[in-house]
């Protein structure tokens, strides 16, 4: 059984992204990366995401998590068989590779199996 290995990231969206992100540096000392509207803890990201954003489409919900795997396609194969909706679209990236499933309640979750 394939199984989650760490927790990659934790993205939210915000009416007014530019501003809660002023907040959290200001009120939490989290150093936002203007590049990205977000920072890097350890090897998690978090990010504040305007709410006009379609990053988390098809969800309707506010929220991401981003789910470390050893095996990105032996985790969606079995998400697959249980069931779950799986995004057809798997991205390569100079960070690892990325691919996209929604849960039971319609959240949309995000897999990443990192560059070895």
């Known amino acids: 059984m394939e199984r ?16 809660l992100r002023q907040w959290y ?7 936002v990366d203007p590049s990205y509207g977000g920072a890097m803890f350890d090897d998690t990201a978090w990010s504040i995401f305007p709410s006009t954003n379609h990053y988390f489409d098809p969800s309707t919900k506010p929220y991401m998590i981003n789910y470390r795997v050893r095996d990105l396609e032996a985790m969606l194969d079995q998400l697959r068989r249980a069931g779950a909706t799986i995004d057809p679209k798997i991205d ?6 990325f691919g996209w499933a929604m849960d039971p309640e319609g959240n949309r979750i995000e897999l990443w199996e990192p560059k070895r």
């Open 25 to 31: 540096q200001s009120n939490l000392g989290i150093d």
């Open 4 to 19: 989650v290995i760490g927790i990659g990231g934790v993205f939210f969206k915000s009416t007014d992204a530019d501003k």
């Open 92 to 97: 390569d990236t100079d960070y690892g590779r």
